[in-house]
């Protein structure tokens, strides 16, 4: 079956602009989350998706960055008037419920020049 | 978030040798812990996870070891091949939150 996808695979952008990142969960997985990942670093939680609410939005790094998810669907990642140190892999992940693990997709590689 | 130890940070083992990948937690509300297993350039991949009414779990050459009164929980991986170099993360989890680990990389010597 399909897995989480994710795109754009690669995404090069100038400081100040805003880009969007999208994830498609796998079908019926009811959470999705965001995170990102620096070069060689771990992963850093931004937000959190329980159908189309956000019941954890604690890591956002600042308000340029918003996420939405329309229904248990496809959800956007937005970072406006990017900056240089937003250059990293994004990556999402769904889950079906408790004690069920996440599953993640490829990752963009977001690059802000 | 509470934290998730990991260690080491980084590990080299020969061909055949035995990794050993630790991790610690704080959270006792924690039921379910996965590791997760990255190659470069992917997303991390779910490879095996452990709930903590049991003390061992065994897949493969992939084995979860479980201590709960000491609140940390290891991976070990025998007969260790090249192919399982990548980055591994262990992570905490209760509901639908999660806690990842640091990450360790592991390097198997040909």
């Known amino acids: 079956g399909a897995g989480v996808s994710q795109s754009p695979s690669n995404k090069v952008t100038e400081k100040g602009k805003d880009v969007e990142l999208r994830c498609d969960p796998i079908s019926g997985h009811t959470a999705l989350y965001w995170y990102r990942q620096r070069l060689g670093q771990g992963l850093e939680f931004l937000i959190y998706?329980?159908?189309?609410?956000?019941?954890?939005k604690s890591g956002l790094p600042s308000d340029r960055f918003s996420a939405e998810r329309t229904g248990e669907s496809v959800s956007t990642l937005t970072i406006q008037r990017t900056q240089q140190e937003d250059s990293a892999v994004y990556l999402c992940a769904s889950s079906l419920g408790r004690q069920t693990g996440q599953f993640f997709g490829p990752g963009t590689r977001l690059t802000v020049l | 978030q509470q934290q998730v130890k990991q260690s080491p940070q980084s590990l080299i083992v020969q061909k055949g040798g035995i990794s050993i990948i630790n991790c610690a937690y704080e959270n006792t509300a924690f039921d379910y812990f996965p590791w997760y297993q990255q190659f470069p350039g992917k997303g991390p991949a779910l490879l095996i996870a452990i709930r903590p009414d049991v003390s061992e779990k065994k897949e493969g050459r992939f084995t979860i070891s479980f201590n709960k009164s000491a609140k940390q929980f290891s991976l070990h991986i025998m007969d260790s091949q090249p192919g399982d170099s990548a980055t591994y993360f262990c992570?905490?989890?209760?509901?639908?939150?999660?806690?990842f680990g640091p990450g360790t990389r592991l390097s198997v010597l040909p």
């Open positions: 998706f329980q159908g189309n609410s956000a019941p954890d």
């Open positions: 992570a905490g989890g209760y509901g639908q939150n999660f806690v």
